[in-house]
């Protein structure tokens, strides 16, 4: 009797009812329960043994367990007890699980007016009551305490908002950090239905990741061991941030959750969300942002690089159909990324992003353990129409082939693929045609596009802008004619020099046959045959001379003059 002493007048009455709730007993009597818990009254009725016999009931299933009960029974006797934050909700639902439902009102009623006038009046107040909710479920959900608590979250933070009560003004971010991630979904839901800000949704999600996962964002990579706690946190805190349409969240936030995703093994569907989430707000990501999720869980060696490629081809993706499904704005992006705003002065997120990538390129190409493949897949994996300069790509290949001296030419050749040496500036073009890192065809490109350039500023009356470019000065009429003869004309050289290349080929070859008494005279002809090929600037393959790309500073035509018939020289 020592819990119910209090609650009746004479301890001589024996209890005819026993509560059986996990290791806990109630000896209570059946007058003071039954006429009000239905539920109890039911299970008596049932009972065998007559209406003198001491029933025993199993409650295990009661939600709030024995302190729920406890203050139940407390009410039944008419006892006092405290209703508070903690354990209104939970009260709420033993109620309904024991159906007291009494027309003269009832506790049920009693923890209603408590939750309207003080538990959700205040936002702590509301938090506490809906991480209450989390032990209760679902009977929680099934009686509306949850939404109800939900609301309230979200109409406080609603309010403070515009109304600041406190300093700092963002005080009630701190206070999200004690919900469970499935509570703090359901108020990021709530505070959508109340159409609150996005910056609303970023601080209240960017705020609650880092608070919760402040042990986990702070961990140090060279752990072996991460707990698998840890990898669940962070699996559950991502699938319930805001969609990126409702709020797309900072990107440097992001690459940091990254960052921590692959370095303590979560999910690939987690890691994969937070990869399209990065790709979302890629044009406002930094170079050392996705250097961070470049590097390993040290941050000393590059390890992630395919993580950065799949952000990079996500992000040209969903430009690319932005751009195609757009009307007049996928026009003006597609006029973009040809070039023809690039030297107005137009920008543009995928200029943007290519510049980042170039940057990324340039800081990674200095690992010695970086392969061709990973390089090249993640410097090209922006289109080469997006630059309107590749001098910043020029850079990175230059550091790559510094930092890798033992690169056959083949795979030099390789590293230059990304980039076209047409798109160099004039101090690029320059400093490519003294480089002796650089292969063959590269510097071929250079010079040939140089001396193409040099030719037109002396036959077509043009002079140097300030970036070393051909300005012709003949009207736009004149320019179109010019263009035609001279692409024709151009055209037959280049024709006329392919012909006698393969006679030459042919001549050597012959000689070859007819020779085989001095290997060192055939030495000399072969070292001599593929040097001939070599200087050969038109031709086929990934360095291509396509002047098709020349276009006048001013006037926007082809700018293409018919060099002079000097074949076999580059200068």
């Given at each position: 009797?020592?819990r119910?002493?209090q ?8 209890a005819d ?18 006429p ?15 209406a003198?016999?001491t ?5 295990s ?19 006092n ?16 699980f024991l159906?007291m ?9 009693r923890v209603?007016?408590?939750?309207a ?18 032990g ?8 509306g305490?949850?939404q109800r ?6 109409l ?8 600041p ?7 009630w971010t ?10 703090f ?5 709530a505070?959508r ?27 140090d990579g ?6 698998r ?5 962070v699996?559950?805190v ?13 990107a440097?936030?992001l ?14 569907k ?8 990065v790709?979302?707000?890629?044009d406002q ?24 490629r ?6 040209v993706?969903r430009d690319?159909?932005?751009s195609?499904?757009g ?6 992006r597609r ?14 997120a995928?200029q ?5 990538v170039?940057?990324v ?9 970086l392969?061709i493949s ?6 090209g994996a ?6 309107a ?12 082939l ?12 390789k ?9 160099l500036?004039?101090?690029?073009r ?23 350039k ?17 300005v ?6 004149g320019?179109a ?10 055209a ?21 046959q007819?020779?085989?008494?001095s ?17 050969n ?35």
């Open positions: 009797m020592d119910t002493s609650w009746v007048s004479s301890p001589d009455i024996p009812l026993l509560i059986r709730i996990a290791d806990d007993v109630f000896p209570l009597h059946k007058a003071v329960m039954v009000k818990c239905g539920y109890i009254r039911k299970a008596v009725a049932a009972a065998r043994g007559g003198t016999a029933v025993d009931l199993d409650l299933a009661l939600p709030g367990a024995a302190d729920a009960f406890d203050k139940v029974a407390r009410y039944c006797y008419g006892a007890f405290e209703i508070s934050v903690r354990n209104a909700a939970a009260l709420l639902c033993a109620a309904a159906d439902h009494p027309t003269d009102g009832g506790l049920a009623r209603e007016e408590f939750l006038k003080v538990g959700l009046r205040t936002l702590p107040g509301a938090v506490a009551v809906l991480r209450s909710c989390e209760l479920l679902p009977a929680a959900e099934e009686i305490v949850v608590s939900a609301d309230a979250i979200a406080r933070i609603c309010n403070e908002v515009l109304f009560t406190r300093s700092p003004p963002e005080w701190a206070e999200l950090a004690a919900l469970s991630p499935a509570s979904h359901k108020v990021i839901t505070l239905c109340r159409r609150a800000e996005p910056e609303v949704l970023v601080a209240a999600a960017t705020a609650y990741a880092e608070l919760l996962l402040a042990e986990v964002l702070a961990a060279h752990a072996a061991d991460h707990s706690m840890h990898r669940a946190l699996e559950s991502v699938a319930v941030l805001p969609s990126t349409d409702d709020a797309p969240l900072p440097a936030f690459c940091h959750l990254l960052h921590v995703a692959i370095t303590i093994g979560a999910s690939a987690t890691c994969r969300d937070l990869e399209l989430r790709a979302a707000v890629l990501a930094t170079a050392g942002d996705l250097l961070t999720v470049a590097l390993d869980g040290a941050g000393e060696r590059v390890q992630n690089v395919d993580a950065v799949r952000i990079i081809t996500a992000f993706e690319s159909a932005a195609s499904g009307g007049a704005n996928g026009r003006n006029a973009s990324l040809s070039g023809a705003g690039a030297l107005q002065g137009g920008g543009g995928m943007t992003v290519a510049k980042t170039d940057e390129a340039a800081e990674i190409a200095t690992e010695e353990s392969p990973k390089f090249v897949g993640l410097a922006v289109p080469k129409e997006a630059r300069t590749h001098d910043c790509l020029y850079r990175a290949v230059d550091i790559y510094k930092a890798h001296p033992a690169l056959e030419e083949t795979e030099r050749e590293v230059c693929s990304v980039m076209d040496p047409l798109k500036s004039y101090q690029g320059l400093h490519a045609s003294q480089n002796n890192r650089l292969p063959l065809q590269a510097v071929l490109s250079a010079l040939y596009y140089d001396q193409l040099l030719r037109s500023g002396d036959e077509g009356g043009g002079g140097w802008d300030a970036y070393g470019n051909g012709m000065r003949s009207s736009a009429a320019s004619r010019k263009q035609a003869k001279e692409e024709a004309s151009l037959r050289e280049n024709e006329a020099l392919r012909s006698e290349l393969a006679r030459m080929r042919a001549y050597v070859s012959g000689m070859q007819q020779s085989k008494g290997s060192s005279s055939r030495g000399k002809k072969g070292s001599w045959l593929r040097t001939l090929s070599r200087l600037p038109f031709k086929a393959g990934i360095w291509g001379k396509d002047t098709s790309g020349i276009v006048d500073g001013k006037t926007g035509a082809m700018n293409s003059v018919k060099p002079k018939r000097r074949r076999f020289s580059i200068s």
